[in-house]
Every structure is written in C-alpha cells, then in structure tokens.
C-alpha cells in the first residue's frame, strides 16, 4: 500500500492567516493527490483534485500544489468556517490511501 | 443535485454480518463516468478506504478487508451496497458511501452523510 504521511497533525493559525499543510507519499503517485475538508460530524468535501484542480465552488483562497511525492495544500487568508481537518488521498494505485488528517484550530 | 444516502442498522453483534445500503439520487449508478466507494472512518479517527464498485460490476477491495467484504449494485433501485462479515469491536466506525470521478484525479466529489455502526453485544 502507498503510505500518505501528513505534516503537521494539527496547527494553530489566526483568521487571516496563511497556512500550508504538506503530504508526502512513499512512492511516485504522479499528480494522483486529492485533498478534502472534514467538519466535526459531516463528511468530507473535496477541495483539490489532480493535485492542484480547484473543485467547482471551493473559494480560490485554496490551492494546491505538488507532483510525485510531495505536495501542498495552501490557504491564503483564513476565514472561520476554514478551521476544520483536513486529509490528503492518493488515487495512483488502490487502495487509495488518506493521510491521518491534520487538524486546523483556532488560535 | 447529486445525493447519496446510506442505510442500515445502527447496531451489529460481534460475529455477525454488516449489511449497508447506499441510495443514490440525481444521477444514475449504471453511469460509466464514475464508481461507487465505501470509506470509514473509526470515532476520532482518520478515514480508511474500503473499496468500490463499477457500473459493470467489478470491485476492487482493500486488502486488509478483501476476505470479508462483499459489494454489490441494484441498478432498478439506483443502490449499491456493502456487506462485512465476522465484524468485530474493530469495525466500529462511520461507514461513508462517496461517488468517484472516473477521470483525471479519480476524486469523490459527492459523499453520503455517513451512518454510525457499533459492533457490540
């Protein structure tokens, strides 16, 4: 299985801040990397697909970044609805494994 | 709109099988433009992919899970559903139907609101 290791596991930010969240995959997953938002007891929303593909009505203040093994999620000017966990998931090769999440909170 | 909802019991003993139904409306689940997923996702934990299933039938299953799982399509009900056997207090989890975009990023865009299932006696 691809492993998907995020950085960090959680991070405290201020709204209007910008914040960047890695994930690092344990081989080449080319630009096979999605990233979603999960809200305390909701499902996970896509934000960014193909690594740096803005998801239709995701603010612009997302985006994405990266290829084979490393990439980023950025967000520039933190709003309060963006503090939520965030996951990272390959879809190279099955099964398509997720990052253990990292977590955004508030300062 | 696009809506996925699963369903079944809330409550499963240790031993016996999980039975979950995911009933998809606003589009078709015989579309070849995408596939139908399970992912869970333990209390207080992180997500774990299951598996999915095509249009045509074919599936494909997490390892750690291939020897217990079953999924199948109901294609007159637009549903697809998921069966797991011998579950144990492991299998505790948010169970998630999500529909994948059988294109570049292969990505869910659509996810159902998820149902709580307990393993216990």
């Known amino acids: 299985d691809i492993q998907m290791t995020q950085s960090p596991s959680s991070l405290s930010a201020s709204v209007g801040d910008r914040v960047t969240i890695t994930c690092r995959a344990s081989?080449?997953?080319?630009?096979?990397l999605n990233w979603y938002q999960q809200k305390p007891g909701k499902a996970p929303k896509l934000l960014i697909y193909?690594?740096?593909i803005l998801q239709s009505a995701v603010p612009s203040r997302f985006s994405g970044s990266g290829s084979e093994t490393d990439f980023t999620l950025t967000v520039s000017g933190l709003q309060p609805e963006d503090f939520a966990t965030y996951y990272c998931?390959?879809?190279?090769?099955?099964?398509?494994?997720f990052g253990q999440g990292t977590n955004l909170e508030i300062k | 709109q696009v809506q996925l909802q699963e369903s079944g019991p809330g409550l499963v003993k240790p031993s016996q099988t999980l039975s979950l139904t995911c009933t998809v409306s606003?589009?078709?689940?015989?579309?070849?433009?995408?596939?139908w997923s399970w992912i869970r996702q333990p209390p207080g934990k992180g997500l774990e992919w299951i598996g999915y299933?095509?249009?045509?039938?074919?599936?494909y299953y997490s390892p750690s899970l291939k020897s217990r799982i079953t999924m199948s399509m109901h294609t007159s009900k637009n549903q697809f559903s998921l069966r797991l056997t011998s579950v144990s207090a492991a299998d505790t989890a948010v169970y998630y139907c999500?529909?994948?975009?059988?294109?570049?990023?292969?990505?869910?865009?659509?996810w159902g609101q998820g149902t709580l299932v307990t393993v216990s006696s």
């Open positions: 193909a690594a740096s």
């Open positions: 081989q080449s997953i080319s630009g096979y």
């Open positions: 299933i095509y249009y045509s039938g074919d599936t």
């Open positions: 998931q390959q879809s190279y090769r099955t099964p398509y494994t």
């Open positions: 999500a529909r994948g975009v059988d294109s570049y990023g292969y990505p869910y865009d659509y």
């Open positions: 606003g589009g078709s689940i015989s579309s070849g433009d995408y596939y």
